[in-house]
């Protein structure tokens, strides 16, 4: 993933990153030119799932997108019919 200054549009690294939660990581970003200089911190989340997991988390619970939860149902559907 290539994440870019908000400010020059250089590229930016990662300096350090921590997990608040399975599924959320803060990531502290520093912008590579040097004349700019720019650090943030970034939030980078998973908010949507596409595919089920085959070993899920029970813990875990993240929304499906609608049409991706159609096309499961009617797998399923057809796995039990």
């Known amino acids: 993933m290539r ?11 990662t300096r350090t990153s921590r997990r608040p939660s399975p599924t959320l990581y803060e990531v502290y ?14 939030y980078v989340e998973f908010a949507k799932t596409l595919t089920l997991s085959r070993a899920p988390n029970a813990d875990i619970r ?6 991706h939860r159609r096309a499961c149902m009617e797998q399923l559907a057809e796995l039990n019919g």
């Open 3 to 13: 994440i870019c200054c908000p400010h020059c549009g250089e590229a930016s690294i």
């Open 29 to 42: 970003a520093q912008c590579i030119n040097p004349a700019c200089g720019f650090g943030g911190k970034i």
């Open 62 to 67: 993240i929304p499906m997108e609608p049409e």
